[in-house]
């Protein structure tokens, strides 16, 4: 094992993979402190660089696919593995051969890539502008809504999310009481004025 690591023909297919295992621990540390993945995927060109006759370089290495630093941690394994699995059989000159994985370890980053690509989740989310609530069911499930005196009402969204906002009537004279079942009509800084449900 150790003769393996300390093989100078081997030493970039080593350094591949240690650096692959660091970036790894790096990722996980900065997920406490806000994830390293953001700011690559920021830095990333929107053009792609090798698009020529319809060919995509990036799309076909599935950069973007998934996140840039998952990318890198999958690259530099596959050419660190394909490397050491090379030199094993063969035993090119440690140059030749650094060269000639950079071309191999492409094709298992791709598959492994576009593996990933299906098993992560995708960037979707179900917020909601306050705005879209309007015309929502609500229920009073905590005080008197009157004008001037709001309650509490929870509804459901369309994501099956529940929402608790504040109420009170849109006409003066009305109130409603825990239970009650009204349609949020407007939106009028944080309150919401609200109406009767008509049966």
């Given at each position: 094992?150790?003769?393996?690591?300390?093989?100078?023909?081997?030493?970039?297919?080593?350094?591949?993979?240690?650096?692959?295992?660091?970036?790894?621990?790096l990722?996980?540390?900065?997920?406490?402190?806000?994830?390293?993945?953001?700011?690559?995927?920021?830095?990333?060109?929107?053009?792609?660089?090798?698009?020529?006759?319809?060919?995509?370089?990036?799309?076909?290495?599935?950069?973007?696919?998934?996140?840039?630093?998952?990318?890198?941690v999958?690259?530099?394994m596959?050419?660190?593995?394909?490397?050491?699995?090379?030199?094993?059989?063969?035993?090119?000159?440690?140059?030749?051969?650094?060269?000639?994985?950079?071309?191999?370890?492409?094709?298992?980053?791709?598959?492994?890539?576009?593996?990933?690509?299906?098993?992560?989740?995708?960037d979707?989310?179900?917020?909601?502008?306050?705005?879209?609530?309007?015309?929502?069911?609500?229920?009073?499930?905590?005080?008197?809504?009157?004008?001037?005196?709001?309650?509490?009402a929870?509804?459901?969204?369309?994501?099956?999310q529940t929402?608790?906002?504040?109420?009170?009537?849109?006409?003066t004279?009305?109130?409603?009481?825990?239970?009650?079942?009204?349609?949020?009509?407007?939106?009028?800084?944080?309150?919401?004025?609200?109406?009767?449900?008509?049966?």
């Amino acid at each position: 094992m150790f003769d393996l690591i300390l093989d100078p023909a081997n030493l970039p297919f080593i350094i591949a993979i240690t650096l692959a295992i660091a970036i790894g621990i790096l990722e996980l540390i900065s997920l406490l402190v806000g994830g390293l993945t953001d700011w690559f995927d920021a830095v990333l060109p929107d053009k792609d660089f090798g698009d020529i006759s319809g060919f995509s370089v990036m799309d076909y290495l599935c950069i973007g696919r998934i996140p840039f630093l998952m990318w890198l941690v999958v690259f530099l394994m596959s050419y660190g593995i394909c490397g050491l699995i090379l030199q094993s059989l063969i035993g090119l000159n440690v140059l030749l051969a650094g060269i000639v994985v950079l071309f191999i370890a492409i094709f298992p980053t791709r598959y492994i890539s576009l593996v990933l690509q299906k098993i992560l989740p995708q960037d979707e989310t179900t917020a909601l502008y306050s705005d879209s609530f309007i015309g929502s069911e609500a229920v009073i499930v905590l005080g008197i809504a009157k004008v001037g005196y709001p309650a509490q009402a929870k509804f459901t969204d369309m994501y099956n999310q529940t929402h608790y906002v504040m109420v009170e009537p849109l006409n003066t004279g009305e109130e409603f009481s825990v239970g009650n079942v009204i349609v949020l009509y407007e939106q009028a800084g944080s309150i919401f004025k609200v109406i009767k449900k008509v049966s």
